[in-house]
Structures are given as C-alpha cells and as structure tokens.
C-alpha cells in the first residue's frame, strides 16, 4: 500500500483530493515533524505549500484574513492596529525564530495543544476559523473549533483555509503575558491575553484570555462583564477578587493546578495593563 | 514515502539537482545524499536548532523542512560561510572560545549570520533574542554572545606566542577551526557506504519479561531486513559496567527488562529498506512486572539484582572525631532536607557510530569519553580479545559524564562481528534520553553544628541515591559523596553515609560531579541557615571555616598545600559588599521584585577515589622535524587538545606550532584514561609534561648540552643553542625508531592515593580543585519566577594552563548548574525530548564575571588542577541561597521551578 503525496497547486485541487483519500496536511512542518516520532511516515501526506493564495494577511470589508499558510514571522512583519499587539507579542514567544519562520498561525491551531501560544489572543480578537471543503464552507468561532486537548472540529474532507478577524474586534490596546521556566523556547505554565477599549477613563470594551489552565485556552466571559463600564484603574483589584471559573488547570511537570490557578490571576492583570499601557499610550509593539 | 521527486535547488551558491523523496527532512537531504553533514541533527524536533540553515534568507530548522520546500530555493549550510577563508564571525567564534565541543556551533553560526546581515553591531538582547532557538550545553553562551556582538570588531587578531610560553596563554584551540567550518566529524557524520543501519528494540516498560516471537517471518515480511540479533546471539560475557566488580548490565536484555528504554534485541538490514522499519512490528510478547521507581519502594521490593538484598547496590561512609557528640554540645545547630531530581545530560549530540571488521579485528568509531574502557567492556561482550578490538574517538558532541559509559558500542559491533558488513547506529533523541544515564535523584538529610564563635564543631550526613536499574557509576557516586559533603570546611567531628539504591528508574550514572553537586547543595544551603542563627555574615562563616594549608580532611588527609578556598572565598568580597548594598536598596522601594545574594563554595578530589587512575602519554620528533603528540585524552569540548599539547609544548620547549595531534584511537594513543573526574589536565598533563620532559632531556644528551639550552625546529633541523653556540641536527639524516621518529618518549602518571578503611579515612585524591560562587537574583514574589543578574565566580585552579578554555568551562558548569537549580527535571517517561525537558537557553545565563584564583599545587603539572566539575558545583546552592536572601523562601526540592518557589514563599510567610 503506497502512501500518497501530493502538492497542489490550487486550492480546489486540494479539495479535491481530501475529499478522494485521507491525507494528512503538512504546512510549516513544526508539529508535523515532530509528530512523527522515531517512526516511518504512515499517512498520505497534502503538502499545501503550494498554495500562494493561501498565505499573508489580507483586508476584506468587514474582517481582517489571516491565511493558512501565514507564518508567525509573516504575522510580526505585518502593520497591524495596536488590537493585534499582543498577537504579535505571542507571535515572538512560539517556539523560535527558525519556528516562527515556518510555523503558521493555523497550524497552531490545528494542532490544538492547550498550551498553543496563538489562541489566547485570537480569542481576544474573536477570531474565526475559515474552514472548507469540496462546494462547502463554514466559518467557527475559536471556541467551537477547538473541542478539546488535541481535537478539534475539523471534518473529514476539510482544511482550515483561514482566520478571519471582524474589525468590530480590531479596537483598543493589547497585551499577552506568558509565563515559562526558562526564557527562550518554552512551553507555557500559563498565558493570559488581553484587549481593552477606553472612553473617558473607563473601559468600554474588553477581552481577556487564559491559556495552559484548560484544555482549551478561555475567554473569561464573567471578568469581562464585571470589568466593562469600571474606571480603568480599578481593573486590577476587580480581577484579584475573581476566582475563575473558566479554569480546571492540571497538575503536571511545568507546575501545579494550584500555582497555574494563582499565577492566572496575577498574568491576567499583568496583562491587562499591558494593554491598557498600549490603549493610553498609543504605543507599538 | 518511497516516491521520488526531482529537485532543483542552489546550495551554498552552487545549483544541485537531485531526486528525493518530497517529505524527507531537508536535514537528512543535507546529510545524507548530499554529504553536508557540518549541519547536525540533535532532536528531529525543532527543540535545539542545531540543524539551523537558511533558506532564501530565513534561518529554519532543516529538520522541519520537507525536501520539496527547497525547489527553486537558495539554501545556505555551514559550508558555505566560509569563502577561501573564514568569515567574520567564524573567526570571532574562535577568537573568543564561543566552540567548545562544536555540535552546536554550526547551527549558531547559521542564526547568527541572519542576524549580523541585518545588524552587523548587535546589542547583547538583541543576540539572545536572535540566539534564543539555539541550545548549547558546553559553553554557558557568554562567549557565543560577545563572539557575535563582536564579530566585526577590528584589531583582535592572535598575538604569536613564544616557545616556552603556551602555558598561561589563550591560543586559539587546535581543534577550532574545524569545529567552526563545520568538518568536525562526530559520531552521525560518517559512515560506509556498505554499512547496515541497526535499529535497537527495547522495553516499553519499567519492569518486564518478554518472549521473542517467529523472527524469521518478520524477516521474510521486511525485505532488507538482514539479520535479528538477541541476547541468545552474544559470544562473550552479557554483562558489562564501567566498574568491574559491578558489572551487571547486559548488552541485550536476557528475558527480563529492568527499565524502560532497556535494549532487548536488534534489527539490521539496508538503509533504505530500515528507513520504513517501525520497531512496534517487531514480533515480542511481554509480560509486566511489578515496578519500583522510587526509593522507598524500592527498598521495600524484591531485589532487581539477586545479590543486592533491599536493592542496596552499595554504601559509601566517612567518619571522624564524634559527631553525635559535637552536635550535642554545639552552641547552634541546624538540619535540614532536600531532594534533587534525574538530571539528563541532554548534550546535542545524540549517541552514534559504526562498525566495522579490519581483517579480525573489530573496529569501533563513536563518541565517547573512554576510548579504552569501551574497548574492554565491548571486547568482553563479545568475546574478544581486547587486542582485538580497536577504538577510534570520532569528535564527541558534549559527554557530561554518560558517554563514559558504553551505548551503541557492543550492539554494532555485535552486528559488524555476526555479519561481516559494516554497521552503524545513531540514536534518536528520545532513545538518547531513554537509555542512557542521568544524574542520581538524591534525597540527603543533614545536622551541623558550630560553637559560639561560629567554627564548625560536627555534621551529619546522610543521603540515599536513586541508581536505577544498573550499576553504572553508582558506586563511584556513593563512595565520592561522603568524602566531599562536608564542603571545602574544617569539619573535626563528621560521620556521612550515602546509598546507592536500584529502582527501575533510568540508570543513573556519572554526571559532572558524581553525587557532590547533589550533597553540596545540603551542606551550603544548611551553612547559610547557621551563618544567620549565629548572626555572621554568611560570606566570612565561610570564611572562617575554610580549609587551609596544614589542614586535614574528614578523611584524616592532611592537606599539605596548595588549599585555595580561601582565597576564593576573599576574592568575592568587594563584589559581595556591593551586591548586598545594591539589595537593600532595591528592595527598600521594590513591591512584587526583590533581590536576593547567595554565594557557596565546592571542593573536588581530582581523579578516581582511591583507586589507580593512571595516564600515558607519547610523543616523538619525526625526520620532517614534526612534535608528534599520541593525544589519547579525549577531548570532548572541555579543551584537552590544547591544554595537554600546551603543557607538553612547555614541558619540551618547542612552540605549539610545532605539534601535530593523533586523536585518540586504541591503536595508536596509548591510554590516557577517562574524560571524567577533572582529571584530564592534572593526570595527563601530568603524564605530557613528564613524557615531554623525558624527550627534551634525550635530545639535551643526543646533543650534548645543559637544560639551559633552548630548542628549535628549522626546515629538517632540530637547532639547539645554548651560550651562543647553535647545532643543528640534521633530523632526516638520523635513524628513526620503529614508529617512526628520530626522538620519542613515553611516560606515566598515576597520582598517588591510599585506600579509604572502614571509617573512610585515608587519602583518596592526590590533588583537589576549589572554588566560590556569588550570585545575585530578583524574585518575582507573586509568580516565583526567579531572574538571575549576576554570578561571579572564583576558581583556584591552580595554574591556568589556557585561561579563555578555564573561562569557558566555568560559564559553562555554570549554565548546567542553573539549570540543576532550576529548570531540569528529567521525569521519566514523560520528559524524554528538548521541549519537556528544558535546559538553558542564551537568555537564561547572566553575565558572569571569573576569577581564575591560582595556588599552585605541588603535585599538579605546572601547579594546575583540574576544574571542569568544580565548576557547577557551587552554582545551585548560591542560587537556592540567593533565593532565600530575596524572600525567606527554603527551598527543598530542585529544580526550584516557579511553583515550587511560590510555595516555598507561602511557607516562608507564615513562619513569620
């Protein structure tokens, strides 16, 4: 039985051949690689690396369109609205500049690591995946892509093709906050994302997020709510007494339920600031 | 993926076009079928970046790019830096000893160059930032960062050094330029073309027995496949160990796994057809066992060796004075407990090397640490004569301590006996992590006392060790603690006791320091506890307890020279003063940071423990007025190529220039022992210098003259002067001796030691190295992150043979003392790549400022000792202290990762 490669050169003919075969989608290769262990390959493989049209940042009437193939150093380069700083601030902590040159922005979602640096502040823009197959098309929030540690939504026959921003979202200062046991290179204990809309001193709008404390990285919906309409300043008390329950962290080798459970709370502020500090001062990432 | 693609490409300037299969790694493209191999493969993940290249101008990991992405690409390698000479940066790299063993080199050098075309003077965050992808376990990257800030700097070119000075110089090392030009050969980077690629089955699990099934139907379902070998197939004796008595390892397990990762048989066949091998299809029926992975468990289980009741593996105990009773009467006394963690060596060269016949004799080129003893274990499990066995070190990609036990060795050279046809291995990372040794989790619990004018009166030690499931290093782990745990300190009253237990842990085996960083991070933590009991600063208690000249050991050893503690210990002062100062003031106005200053000290017996640890040393002056140096200590980054040629050339009075090295091979260098044990620059120093010695004084009477004369090499002539009269000796015209040389000598030096008694008294090492270490930090009290700022590092080395190699080596103990202290923590099973398993990064080392201390010893060549373990030793304790200085946190198990600081900080707040 001879496993298949293919690399389309268009993105109909690469419907076409999911919807044929199996195949596993090769992107930047940074999960594919090391996905494959010691072990021979044992799956057809769609390498979508031919696929120009799916790669860069692209303006649309209503949204802003991440495509598949863009990559996080894609991401970093493009001039973006202070509403994408802490996309690109996260973008800089994926992995390594070698990463960050081949990984994309979608396979980062795909590979639905609950410790997946992209998804906190894609929640925090509410991001939706673009997802096709052959004659069909559908378009999910992040929350309904992402179904668990590793699983995702993403029918038989189906590509994510592109993430899409609505410019509702690309308002006020952002931040990300990533919190690991070394410097470089790591894998989260925990992440927190925020994005905060001002008028007259108080907050009109804002989106916090939490990731490696869940299976699924969350929008902290509650806090939110509590937050919008408060002076800016009081915005760090408020999110001290919250006791989040979006969270069910896991004790693993990175640090314990209780630790990501407490240090959630102090990344989240910090974040927070982050992006208030951006929304007052207007300043770039 | 067997299909074939046509690819057309450029590489390093020049077009390429080649058929390859369109998902393979572009790193094994680079490798494999286009022989550049300067780019090295440490993880197959994208986790160690040595496999960077760049690609139309982005650097990438060659790993994680398929093949068919480089169609119409420019592609640059190692190779292709160079241009007729060295670049820039290459030179800088050498220029400031940024190589030590090189695997990584190549990988940093590619990173870097993406970063120099855009910023040719880069700042030093601007560096990590670029270098952050980049591990390197040798070096403690300070010298990669001042390389690449530095690498368009002028006027840094190498003074010449002159005859009869090496010794105290820093030339640039013998083996670096080829470390940086990426032709350094290591263990992956050759073998024939004809060779078998041998795939090693081993245990899933911990404990287990298993029965092989129908082999030949596997084979008839795997064309290619030649050969399945098993424990049944081994001619000799299936059991070997670094120490002999103790040998219980079998190359391929009988009918019972003891660990997971455990080799239990081995399929050869032809590199293709293995590439699509899946070792899960290979026929075994296994049967699980009751397991034990910790201590207690595993006392309370049956014993994993029969001959080791309560799975003691061995005990090693010093006494002296009367403990109990000092301790009693002391005026202040302190205990404590800490647990260390499996510490993996994590070097980014994973285990590799091949086999082959040489009519009926066996060779074997790896990396390794121990060219002899893989010689002798190997030649025993098969069998063989050891004369009939022949070692060849291929360059070795960082060692730490677990390539001095044998890996692949036995296992292609079984393939390359049974089959005639050359055979080669290279483990995964995975399997690297899985089946070799680590660091010995500890967990030690201590008592010391002092009297009222802060003078140490007794201790009390007692740690047991997890050995895992074999032997390995054990012994030497449980023997060296208890002579080292009182610290470089007078101790009067002492008693320590440490076990080496099995579990069906990893193997825990030697790694830099064989036990003493784990004890050394009880005793210094104990000694800042006391130091604040008694209200004395915790730098002059140190002080006051030092060990000096005249002084004896726990051991009873009289230390009748070259005792340099003290003098480490003073020379942190001025930085210890300004550092508290700078702590007081910043946390007088800081709220969630606060500074902490911590420092600590070690001590090292230099050699084996009491044991014979002998090293030989050749060299000869060929007819075409060559130094030939038979250089049998391995190098494995640390420097010994040029640290032993620089003590010979000194020794002989002849210029480094002058010399030519044979690497180690069991054929031509004669045994010069383990790179273990800082023992390299003392023994075979000592043996160079000593052979180097004998060799002058044979030409001083060929010619005739006193020891005053000087020598040089001119064309074919030895010149010898002295007093104005200059003779040249006309070395073609002389008779050589057989090997080939005009002149040759060849000496021994085994240092002199006595065998410990019951109570551990004796004298186990001939010469110790010592050492203190200050480090400054800041606290995040709300996360329990720690950021360190500073470290200074005094090292009495006794005479620094090459100080940029000491530097290098001190930065780099330093970076893997950071990471004991608090990031590595080897879980087996679960943490068995580079991205779970986290050691340091670029941005995870301070500066670090050395001060190479130098009390000359009497024994050591030149006054030296050696220094290459000493130097992570004080590391984690400072660090733990430091940590304590900031927030009142103890800490009592590393790594001190964040949660463990944070709890440790609640637990501080409400003692108070």
Known sequence: MALRYAKPAGLEEALRLLKEDRWKILAGGTDFYPSLGDWPLRENVLDINGLAELRGIAETQTHLVIGARTTWTDVIYHPLPAAFDGLKLAAREVGSIQIQNRGTVAGNLGNASPAADGVPPLLTLDAQIELRMLGNMRRLPVSSFLLGNRETALAPGEMITGIRIPKAAVQGGSGFVKLGARRYLVISIAMAAARVVLAHG??????????????????????????????????????????????????DVRGTAGYRRSAAREIVIRAFLQALERERGGLAA | MNHFHPLSFEINGRPVTIDAPPVERLSTLLRDRLGLTGTKVGCDAGDCGACSVIIDGEVVCACLVPAASVQGARVQTVEGLANGTLSALQRSFLRHGAAQCGICTPGLLMTATTLLDRNRSPSEADVQDALGGVLCRCTGYRKIVRAVMDAFAEGQEEEEIAPGRAVGASPIRLDGERKVSGAEVFGADERPADALSVLVVRSPYWHATFEIGDTDEFLRAHPGIIAIFTAKDIPGRNRFGVIAPFADQPALAENRARFRGEAVALIAGERQAMMQVDPADFPITWRELPHALGIDEARASAPLHEDRPG???????????????????????????????????????????????????????????????????????????????????????????????????????????????????????????????????????????????????????????????????????????????????????????????????????????????????????????????????????????????????????????????????????????????????????????????????????????????????????????????????????????????QIAADALGLPLS????????????PDAGKTSASRQTYVS????????????????????????????????????????????????????????????????????????????????????????????LEVDVTLGTVRLIRITAAHDVGRAINPLLAEGQIEG????????????????????????????????????????????????????????????????????????????????????????????IHAAGRRQ
């Open chain 2, 813 to 904: 103990g330093i970076a893997q003392g950071i990471g004991l202290a608090l990031m590595e923590e080897y879980v087996p099973g679960r943490t068995e790549n580079l991205h779970d398993y986290l050691i340091p990064t670029i941005g995870d080392v301070p500066e670090i400022e050395t001060i190479l201390v130098e009390v000359p010893d009497p024994e050591g060549p030149f006054g030296a000792k050696g220094l290459g373990e000493h130097v992570l030793i004080p590391t984690a304790p400072a660090i733990l202290n430091a940590i304590r200085h900031a927030t009142g946190a103890e800490i009592r198990r590393v790594p001190a990762t964040p949660a463990r600081v944070l709890e440790a």
């Open chain 2, 685 to 776: 120093g000592k043996a160079a210098a000593l052979a180097a010695s004998q060799l002058r004084e044979k030409i001083l009477r060929h010619a005739n003259v006193s020891d005053a004369a000087q020598l040089a090499l001119d064309e074919e002539c030895l010149v010898v002067s002295e007093g104005g009269v200059r003779r040249a000796i006309m070395l073609s015209q002389l008779p050589s001796e057989e090997d080939g040389y005009v002149f040759a000598a060849e000496a021994s030096y085994d240092p002199p030691t006595s065998p410990l008694d019951e109570n551990g008294q004796g004298v186990p090492y001939a010469v110790y190295g010592y050492g203190a270490q200050l480090v400054e």
């Open chain 2, 311 to 645: 799975n003691l593996l061995t005990q090693g105990f010093v006494a002296s004075g009367k403990p109990d009773a000092a301790l009693a009467a002391a005026h202040a006394t302190v205990s404590g407990e800490v647990e260390t963690s499996f510490v993996e060596h994590a070097y980014i060269e994973p285990e590799a090397g091949y086999a082959f016949m040489e009519g009926d004799t066996l060779v074997i080129k790896a990396c390794t640490q121990a060219p002899y003893m893989d010689r002798d274990d190997t030649a025993a499990v098969l069998g063989l004569p050891p004369e009939k066995v022949r070692v060849v070190a291929l360059a070795t990609g960082g060692g730490f301590g677990s390539k001095l036990d044998v890996s692949l060795q036995p296992l292609v050279g079984l393939v390359a006996l049974k089959t005639g046809r050359p055979a080669a291995i290279v483990y995964s990372r995975a399997e690297s992590m899985r089946s070799t040794t680590k660091r010995h989790p500890a967990r030690m619990k201590a008592t010391i006392g002092a009297d009222r004018n802060g003078r140490i009166t007794g201790m009390i030690f007692e740690g047991d060790f997890n050995t895992g499931a074999y032997a390995s290093w054990g012994p030497t782990v449980a023997n060296r603690v208890p002579v080292h745990a009182s610290g470089p300190y007078v101790t009067p009253n002492y008693r320590a006791t440490a076990r080496a237990i099995h579990t069906n842990g990893p193997i825990a085996g030697a790694f830099r320091g064989f036990g003493v960083p784990q004890a050394t991070i009880m005793q210094e933590t104990l000694y800042d506890r006391l130091a604040d009991k008694l209200s004395i600063d915790r730098l002059e208690f140190r002080i006051r307890n030092a060990l000096a000249d005249g002084d004896r050991t726990t051991c009873g050893q009289l230390l009748s020279g070259g005792v340099g503690i003290r003098q480490c210990l003073k020379s942190l002062r001025p930085r210890w003063h300004k550092a508290l100062a700078a702590a007081v003031e910043f946390n007088a106005q800081a709220q969630k940071l606060r500074w902490g200053v911590g420092v600590a000290s070690c001590w090292y017996g230099c050699g084996n423990t009491s044991l014979p640890n002998p090293s030989t040393m050749k060299l000869g002056i060929t007819r075409d007025a060559r130094v030939v140096l038979h250089q049998g200590a391995v190098d494995i980054g640390q420097g010994a190529n040029t640290v032993i040629t």
């Open chain 2, 658 to 669: 002058a010399f030519t090295l044979l690497s180690p091979d069991t054929s031509i260098t």
């Open chain 1, 202 to 251: 108080k907050i009109e709008d804002v989106a916090l997020s939490v990731g490696a404390c869940s299976a699924v990285a969350q929008r902290l919906r509650q806090l939110e709510e509590g937050l919008r309409g408060m002076e800016a300043d009081r915005a760090a008390s408020i999110i001290s007494d919250y006791d989040f329950p979006e969270l069910a962290p896991i004790d």
